[in-house]
């Protein structure tokens, strides 16, 4: 089993939709969840940094985590053809020592004008 | 733009041949991480530095091997290049346990 677990998609819809994008985990560790945006042969651009449960909010983004059931959301409202792209969800376990961050494989997104 | 640069954008090898790839950090960032992406994958951690030292490493063999310089620049090296070695490489900069910003990424194909 994968330690984060992500739709491939792909995920298509009408401009103006609300997108909704979730990712699973199983490491009870975590505690740092971020949402990445990479555009096509491009790197990952961070959207969203959360800690912990609870929900936060950054204009049309908004990230929920609910670590009871290791379950991370970004909602996208009024989505805009530019935010075409692959979405994937990372988190990693704390701020000491390596920090690294565990990937979903993204989910595809096309937003069709 | 995160400030993060890689260089090359794009690069052929030969299996069995070394290449080396290169990442200059975000100003006053002194963590550097090394990822690979496959096609369709998620990024996979390869290792951290912090200040010049080795802070930690993924499920990757001796044979990736890396550096962090004084002025926060890092490599990655890989010996004996296999065809699955074929990937996006992707570092990212930050403070020390703090958000990582990428860089672009160098394409590597392995033939």
């Known amino acids: 089993q994968k330690e984060v677990e992500q739709d491939p998609g792909p995920l298509s819809v009408p401009e103006g939709a609300i997108v909704s994008l979730n990712c699973t985990y199983s490491?009870?560790?975590?505690?740092?969840f971020m949402w990445y945006r990479q555009y096509s042969r491009k790197g990952p651009e961070l959207l969203m940094y959360t800690y912990s449960s609870g929900n936060k909010e950054d204009g049309r983004f908004t990230a929920q985590v609910d670590k009871s059931s290791k379950y991370i959301s970004l909602f996208i409202r009024d989505s805009q053809p530019s935010d075409s792209a692959t979405y994937l969800c990372a988190m990693s376990a704390g701020r000491t020592g390596a920090n690294n961050l565990f990937f979903g494989t993204g989910t595809r997104l096309t937003v069709i004008p | 733009e995160t400030g993060v640069t890689q260089s090359p954008t794009h690069l052929i090898k030969t299996r069995g041949q070394q290449v080396t790839l290169r990442c200059s950090s975000q100003?006053?960032?002194?963590?550097v991480s090394w990822y690979q992406q496959a096609l369709g994958q998620g990024p996979q951690f390869i290792f951290q530095?912090?200040?010049?030292?080795?802070?930690g490493r993924g499920n990757f063999p001796p044979r990736f091997s890396g550096l962090q310089f004084p002025n926060y620049s890092s490599e990655l090296n890989v010996n004996a290049l296999e065809l699955d070695d074929s990937a996006l490489y992707l570092c990212a900069s930050s403070l020390v346990g703090d958000e990582q910003y990428f860089g672009p990424g160098t394409r590597l194909t392995v033939t």
């Open positions: 490491n009870s560790a975590f505690q740092y």
């Open positions: 530095y912090y200040r010049e030292e080795e802070n």
């Open positions: 100003s006053g960032h002194n963590t």
